[in-house]
């Protein structure tokens, strides 16, 4: 992520959103798709009340906004989207022990394990040709590593402003496809694998 003003106060808001793990998978679900903190805490088991506090943090943090308001029998139903992709960065990381890094390290893992799961149970997965499905293992040096990990950023950093023109070009949420991109760097152990 680059430096800019506005990427180092969006930075700062993400890692302070970021703090607790519910709030992190709430917004990782308003990533996904917009939603109301009913049909979060339905999905979830989690209790509407704790959601909706989530959610009102997300929105003082800047990483998510209200969408819609839908009335729904005398009352009215809060959409929410997150605006914010969840991010974790060799500054946050530096911040966690390492119990905390593998917590985080397995909910990732597992929110793109569940991601492609659903991909493949709903057909979407395979239903394109212009994709990418990789694994790779190769060795480097401590100067390769720091170039593939500025490669990863950059990567990430330019899918921002894909998703950002794609909003200029078509603002109904519904008007566009879309896509997973899951992206993993870490050291692998030896052997085979």
Excluded at 56 to 72: G, Q
């Amino acid at each position: 992520m680059s430096k800019g003003p506005d990427n180092v106060v969006r930075a700062a808001n993400l890692h302070k959103a970021l703090r607790d793990p519910t709030r992190a998978w709430v917004l990782a679900q308003l990533n996904d798709a917009p939603a109301a903190a009913i049909d979060l805490a339905e999905r979830s088991g989690i209790p509407r009340q704790r959601i909706s506090y989530h959610i009102k943090m997300l929105v003082r943090y800047e990483c998510a906004e209200l969408l819609d308001t839908i009335p729904i029998r005398g009352s009215i139903k809060k959409i929410f989207r997150g605006t914010t992709p969840v991010l974790v960065m060799p500054e946050d990381w530096a911040k966690m022990g390492l119990g905390s890094r593998n917590g985080w390290s397995i909910k990732i893992l597992s929110e793109a394990f569940e991601r492609a799961q659903r991909a493949l149970e709903q057909g979407t997965f395979d239903k394109r040709l212009d994709r990418i499905a990789a694994n790779y293992k190769p060795r480097l040096d401590e100067e390769g590593w720091a170039e593939a990990f500025a490669m990863l950023a950059e990567i990430h950093e330019r899918f921002q402003t894909l998703e950002e023109a794609s909003v200029e070009r078509h603002p109904d949420y519904m008007d566009r496809t879309p896509f997973t991109f899951s992206m993993l760097l870490y050291e692998s152990p030896p052997g085979r694998l």
